[in-house]
Antibody
Framework: EVQLQESGPGLVKPSQSLSLTCSVT????????WGWIRKFPGNKMEWMGY???????SYNPSLKSRISITRDTSKNQFFLQLNSVTTEDTATYYC????????WGQGVMVTVSS | DVVLTQTPVSLSVTLGDQASISCRSS???????????LEWYLQKPGQSPQLLIY???NRFSGVPDRFIGSGSGTDFTLKISRVEPEDLGVYYC?????????FGSGTKLEIK
């Protein structure tokens, strides 16, 4: 069974970096595409970016200068780093496998606050 | 970016009735390979989004046949026949044809 699990700090200070890990079991991240998505307070969902089976990446242009997605295939994990965060980055962050988006993590709520 | 306009914003439905959600795209979602990468998700309270429909009309494994996706090009619809209590939550359409991938703004389904 494919399972994804996000982990990382729930509180980040403004101007610092947000770093999250997605640990995958039951499937190799060297297949398919692996994405990060966030849901803001309210209902807005935003696709942040993905890392492919080959390690190539694609980012939402709205985040392009601040985001980095990397991976460690030996641990079957992929990572999100978002730099220079502000309170507007407060959201629940999800990792998921695509396409299609059949498998998601349970999400991690991240608050940006001093 | 592709904008997905979902209507209505909210929907209050009597148990057993039908619900219909529209998703209109600012450009065609047909990819060069001939497939249309339009998906539908339901996010129940306190849960992660769950895939209902992929490639416009294919039900994901375990999804009841009460959920029917249709459409083409820029206009898509999700119909839920015989609404049940477990159908409440927020429904999203999502396109994976064009980068950046984008979500609709969501439709909240409530039970009367």
């Amino acid at each position: 069974e494919v399972q994804l699990q996000e982990s990382g700090p729930g509180l980040v200070k403004p101007s610092q970096s947000l770093s999250l890990t997605c640990s995958v079991t039951g499937y190799s991240i060297t297949s398919n595409y692996w994405g990060w998505i966030r849901k803001f307070p309210g209902n807005k969902m935003e696709w942040m970016g993905y890392i492919s089976y080959s390690g190539s990446t694609s980012y939402n242009p709205s985040l392009k200068s601040r985001i980095s997605i990397t991976r460690d295939t030996s641990k079957n994990q992929f990572f999100l780093q978002l730099n220079s965060v502000t309170t507007e980055d407060t959201a629940t962050y999800y990792c998921a496998r695509f396409p299609p988006g059949a498998y998601w993590g349970q999400g991690v709520m991240v608050t940006v606050s001093s | 970016d592709v904008v997905l306009t979902q209507t209505p914003v909210s929907l209050s439905v009597t148990l057993g009735d039908q619900a219909s959600i529209s998703c209109r795209s600012s450009q065609s979602l047909e990819y060069s390979d001939g497939y249309t990468y339009l998906e539908w998700y339901l996010q129940k309270p306190g849960q992660s989004p769950q895939l209902l429909i992929y490639e416009v009309s294919n039900r994901f494994s375990g999804v009841p046949d009460r959920f029917i996706g249709s459409g083409s090009g820029t206009d898509f619809t999700l119909k839920i026949s015989r609404v049940e209590p477990e159908d409440l939550g927020v429904y999203y359409c999502f396109q994976a044809t064009h980068d950046p991938l984008t979500f609709g703004s969501g439709t909240k389904l409530e039970i009367k």
